[in-house]
Each structure stands twice: as structure tokens, then as C-alpha cells.
């Protein structure tokens, strides 16, 4: 047992390279203290205890099976890092045994060495393999090949086992997350639109005190009434917003193609009156193309990015906004740049978090959820989003979807304009 191999046996068996031992990681060290089972079959007593002799040294429980049905026996009630199987056996020899095991889910994967004295033709080798044993080896062996073979499946074992106990506490703390994500969206739903109603209600009996009362009321109180209703008004629309930001985070999306030139159209339609007021010029640079989106979501987008275009200007300045698409194989990029404030590099990404707001209510008016609302709506829909700008050098938004049919040339969009 404690002989060599001769060189033409080597020669036989495979693989003469060894694996290499796998090194322990700092996260795992604690699950590699834990001691593996090794599974060594064998219908000879003398050879199960010499087998013992040579990996009692590496510190793990060895479990001894007499017959291939014993071994199986054993393979019901525990989990193997390896198992060294001999091949020459009464009833059921290795290869019957190598089968059966295989066709068990739980032990399907461990790893089988092969372990005989009688033959070493290249069929009962080939056989082996087949039947997925990781090695074949020859007797008489060297126990040190043995036991650094052993040892490597012992250490793959452990560090297998604790990714897969990992993965399993990464899988938990996922649902639990989502599960107090959606406990988060619905109590933000029903707030936001339990809440509007009184503040509906205060705002108009306020309202209606200053318009039938006015004569009766000191010009303090008739200012304290213009507050109550500013206040509410502005709640109510903070409301609206996290309503919408609550639908977009649960509602199921429909992706279809969305032309952005009859989407544009639709969003500039209804902030027409908006754009005569501050007397905004808009060119917006025809083809634009078409995306996989959901057709709301994408007017949504493009009507917040518009919308801050319009009002994050200097005072007294009209709004010069432009409009064009960019193809980025796979993806379309819907740009929006103007000619505003701009927006210091420093607070690029926090612009795009809730009730983020850069300036005072007093300066630009707004609740600060609408740039929210364009980061959840692009990454619901698959998109990329980002911002090119600096401080009181304008802004340049954008967006990007995969393609739909149409697309505008390969160097981006034509000079001409769209008529609003």
C-alpha cells in the first residue's frame, strides 16, 4: 500500500498533473475550519483501514461503506466532498455504483475517484471517465498524490458550500428587501392620495374666505389666507408627483414602439401656453426616430426634461431649448440642451434622487421629484440616462432606449426644424 507507482503504471494512470490547491479566502476561512466527509468504498476491510491510515491526516470525518449498496445507504443521509471508489467489487462492482450515484440529484456532481489493482486498460479507464469520476488511480499509490487529491476536493467542497450559503442569505435579504420595498410603495400610494383630499379641502375653503369674506378681512389675514393657499396647492401637486413616482415603481410597462417626433409633438402641445408665456424658443431637429418604450413613460420623460429646460433660466431670459437624436447602436439617445443655468459637476448625480433640489422654492418653484421620476421611468424601460453640463453654461439631458424601425442617419439628425 505504501509502495510506488512503476513507471508503466504512471504512464497509465491520469491525470499525472495534479490540481492545484485552491487558496483559502479571508470571507470563507471560518466554513473551511468545518470538516468534510470523505465516502471511501470498499469489499476489503484491510484496504478500507489503509485508506483511512493515509487521509486520517487530514483531519476530516471518513466514512466507510463495505458494498456499493451500503454506500448508497450512506449517500441518503449525508453530503460527500469526495469519494474514493473501488472498483472490483462482489453483487455491485464501481461502475454499477458510479451509475447509481450519478442519477441522484444530491450526489450527481460529487466527485468520484476510482480506485483499483486489477486493470488498467484504456476501456475500464474510459469507463470511469464516463461515468464521471474525476480521476482514476492504480494501485499501488502514493499516499502523498492521494492525499493532496483528497484535499483539494475537501477545500472546493467547503468553499462550495459556503458561496451556495451565501447565495442563499444574498436571496433572502433580496426578497426581504423587495418585499419592504413594495410595503414602502404602497404606504407611500395610500398617503399621497389619502392626503389630497383635506388639502383639497383647505385650499378651497380658504380660497372661498378670501373671495366672500374679503371686505371683512385686514390685509394681514387676507395674506394669511394667500399663504394657506399657496401651501396646500403646492402639497397637493408634492402629492401628485409621489403618486406618479409610486406608479412607475410597481406598474407593469408595456414596451412598444414609440415614435419620438409624435411624442415630442404631444408634450409641446400641452405646455404651449407655458412656451408662448416665457417666449421660449424651441427647434427641435427632425428624424428623430422611434424606440422600444412605454408610451407614457417616454412623453413623461421627455415632458420633465422640457419642462426643467423651460424653467431653470436666467430672470428675464427667454428659454432657448434644442431637441435632436443620436443613434448609439443598440440604443437611441433623445437629447435635450439649453441655454439655462446650468448645473455644477458635483451635483450631477444628486440631482437625480428624491426632493433633491439645488435652489430655494422662491427662486425656481417645483418639488423636486420630477428628475426622480425621469431616472425611475428610463431604468423601468431599460434605458440609460445622463447629464452634460456646468454651472451658468446651460444643460444637455439625455436619454437612451434601444431602437425601434426607425432610426435617424448614422451622424446623427438633420439641420431642419420641426414646426411646433
Request: hydrophobic content about 40%; aromatic content about 6%; glycine content about 6%.
Amino acid at each position: 500500500m505504501n509502495g510506488r507507482l512503476m513507471p508503466a503504471e504512471a504512464s497509465a494512470a491520469a491525470p499525472s498533473r495534479l490540481p492545484e490547491p485552491v487558496p483559502q479566502n479571508g470571507a470563507l476561512k471560518h466554513n473551511l475550519e468545518r470538516k468534510a466527509n470523505i465516502l471511501i468504498v470498499d469489499d476489503r476491510a484491510d484496504k478500507l483501514l489503509a485508506l483511512e491510515a493515509v487521509l486520517s491526516s487530514l483531519g476530516q470525518n471518513i466514512v466507510k461503506a463495505r458494498s456499493g449498496k451500503e454506500a448508497l445507504r450512506c449517500l441518503l443521509h449525508q453530503e460527500f466532498a469526495v469519494i474514493l471508489l473501488d472498483v472490483s467489487m462482489p453483487c455491485m462492482d464501481g461502475f454499477e455504483t458510479a451509475a447509481l450515484i450519478r442519477k441522484r440529484p444530491s450526489s450527481e456532481l460529487t466527485p468520484i475517484i476510482f480506485i483499483t489493482s486489477i486493470s488498467n486498460s484504456e476501456n475500464n479507464i474510459f469507463q470511469g471517465y464516463s461515468l464521471g469520476a474525476v480521476d482514476y488511480m492504480l494501485t499501488p499509490i502514493v499516499p502523498e498524490i492521494l492525499r493532496t487529491k483528497v484535499s483539494v476536493f475537501v477545500e472546493l467542497h467547503k468553499q462550495s458550500g459556503e458561496i451556495k450559503s451565501l447565495n442563499q442569505e444574498l436571496e433572502r435579504r433580496i426578497k426581504d428587501l423587495t418585499e419592504i420595498n413594495k410595503e414602502l410603495e404602497g404606504f407611500s400610494y395610500s398617503i399621497s392620495h389619502d392626503l389630497r383630499a383635506p388639502l383639497r379641502s383647505i385650499r378651497s375653503f380658504s380660497q372661498f374666505l378670501r373671495e366672500h369674506a374679503q371686505t371683512g378681512l385686514d390685509p394681514e389675514s387676507h395674506d394669511y389666507l394667500q399663504r394657506i393657499e399657496r401651501a396646500a396647492k403646492y402639497m397637493d401637486l408634492l402629492l401628485l408627483d409621489l403618486l406618479q413616482y409610486s406608479r412607475l415603481s410597481s406598474v407593469e410597462l408595456e414596451m412598444v414602439p414609440v415614435d419620438l417626433e409624435t411624442a415630442v409633438r404631444d408634450v409641446l402641445t400641452s405646455i404651449e401656453q407655458e412656451v408662448h408665456d416665457r417666449k421660449a424658443e424651441i427647434s427641435v431637429r427632425p428624424p428623430l426616430g422611434s424606440v422600444i418604450g412605454h408610451a407614457a413613460t417616454v412623453r413623461q420623460v421627455l415632458f420633465n426634461l422640457i419642462s426643467n429646460s423651460l424653467k431653470f433660466v436666467t430672470p428675464n431670459e427667454p428659454p432657448k431649448i434644442e431637441i435632436w437624436a443620436e443613434r448609439h447602436n443598440p440604443m437611441l439617445r433623445i437629447c435635450v440642451q439649453d441655454q439655462g443655468i446650468g448645473i455644477a459637476p458635483q451635483h450631477h448625480k444628486k440631482i437625480f434622487g428624491l426632493f433633491q433640489r439645488l435652489h430655494s422654492h422662491d427662486s425656481y418653484p417645483g418639488t423636486g421629484i420630477g428628475l426622480a421620476l425621469v431616472r425611475k421611468g428610463v431604468e423601468r424601460m431599460g434605458g440609460h440616462l445622463g447629464l452634460e453640463s456646468e454651472a451658468a453654461h446651460g444643460s444637455r439631458f439625455w436619454f437612451e432606449l434601444p431602437t425601434g424601425n426607425e432610426t435617424p442617419g448614422k451622424n446623427g439628425s438633420l439641420a431642419a426644424n420641426l414646426p411646433l
